[in-house]
């Protein structure tokens, strides 16, 4: 059974809202000269604010944070975020494996920017929600 895919925007704005937060002010997400000088397409998105992102939807899917008993990701793919007021998108889908087991179920997760894969060996376990 799938889930219904998340959508989530990302603009500057955000990365520059994310470095706040994380104390992460790498230029690379937020200088596109410097990112395109180390060999990137762009300014990227901090990998750890697309992590939270993709987990925002699993914590919906579960009904609340708490709710959430494990979660990784691998990251594949940068996410480029371009210098205007569109950003880009991520899009996140997920399936359930298996029938629910001691009232755990385990999600396979999906997260694409531009249909490109952005993360690998993506999951998540919950208790099953109610």
Not at 66 to 77: C, I, L, N, Q, S
Request: proline share 6%.
């Amino acid at each position: 059974m799938d889930l219904s895919p998340r959508t989530f925007r990302i603009t500057r704005a955000d990365l520059v809202r994310y470095a706040g937060a994380s104390g992460d002010f790498n230029p690379i997400h937020w200088s596109d000269r410097f990112a395109t000088k180390v060999g990137l397409p762009g300014v990227i998105a901090h990998g750890m604010f697309t992590m939270a992102l993709v987990g925002r939807a699993v914590t919906d899917w579960a009904g609340s944070p708490d709710a959430v008993v494990e979660y990784g990701v691998r990251f594949t793919r940068p996410v480029v975020v371009p210098d205007d007021d569109e950003g880009t998108e991520i899009e996140v889908r997920a399936a359930v494996r298996g029938e629910p087991e001691d009232g755990l179920t385990r999600l396979d997760l999906t997260a694409t920017c531009h249909g490109e894969k952005v993360l690998a060996q993506a999951r998540a376990v919950i208790r099953t929600p109610a």
